[in-house]
């Protein structure tokens, strides 16, 4: 592998007027093609595609045998593409219950329920105390709102810091943020692979193994 907007407090956010949902679908692997159910409600903002299939290109087969863990879920995408390409199972963490039932659906939708656990909770609490994840190595997305950045800086810096120094050898992190957030500012930042995609800029990062 080469050397990654909902809003940052919940509130209701509508379409502009006349504009219908912008289709979510799966770009590569075994279920290329198929589509999510996506009401296109602001908050969850899913990856662009041409952002996630760049991604996607760049991970190439890394994804393999990886345990899927999706920080900030949304719609879901990126763990259900990383289970198309080849990981293992996915963990998918959503704070907003309504988006986190729509997870369950696609992923029963697709076939895939018995490998993807959704859980309803907020993601920065949730770290605090996570189970026992899988001792096999990650590949973990980090794909928050953008205001995040900016709002709950130091909460993602600590966050990122935590799961770089429990994450398994061999583990993968993915961070997606815009060009407001300063790459440099990320744990270990010399180790980054950073690509921009205006307006998404993403990182990928790798941990050796020994």
Same mark, same amino acid.
């Given at each position: +592998? ?8 919940? +509130? =209701?956010?509508?379409? =502009? &007027?006349?504009?219908?949902? !912008?289709? !979510?679908?799966?770009? %590569? ?10 009401? %296109?409600?602001?908050?969850?903002? =899913? ?9 996607? $290109? ?28 080849? &990981? ?17 659906? $696609? ?8 490998? &993807?656990?959704?859980? *309803? &909770?907020? *993601? ?25 950045? @900016?709002?709950?800086? *130091? ?8 799961? @770089?120094? @429990? ?32 307006? *998404? ?10």
């Amino acid at each position: +592998m080469a050397r990654g907007r909902r809003s940052a407090k919940y +509130m =209701p956010h509508k379409r =502009p &007027a006349g504009r219908r949902p !912008v289709g !979510v679908r799966i770009i %590569g692997g075994r279920l290329r093609g198929r589509k999510l159910e996506y009401s %296109g409600d602001l908050r969850t903002r =899913p990856m662009k595609d041409r952002v996630r299939e760049a991604l996607f $290109n760049l991970l190439g087969r890394a994804v393999d045998d990886k345990v899927a863990i999706d920080l900030f879920a949304g719609t879901g995408a990126l763990a259900i593409e990383a289970l198309s390409r080849g &990981a293992l199972r996915a963990i998918l963490i959503e704070r907003h219950r309504a988006t986190a039932e729509a997870i369950r659906r $696609n992923a029963a939708m697709l076939g895939v329920d018995a490998l &993807a656990e959704v859980i *309803t &909770a907020d *993601t920065f609490l949730w770290a605090k105390s996570p189970p026992d994840l899988d001792p096999r190595p990650w590949l973990v997305f980090c794909s928050p709102p953008y205001d995040f950045y @900016i709002s709950r800086k *130091t909460d993602l810096l600590g966050l990122l810091h935590h799961l @770089i120094e @429990i994450s398994p050898p061999g583990s993968l992190l993915v961070v997606e943020a815009d060009d407001r957030f300063d790459f440099r500012e990320l744990p270990d930042a010399d180790h980054w692979d950073i690509r921009a995609y205006p307006p *998404t800029v993403l990182g990928i990062w790798e941990k050796q193994v020994v």
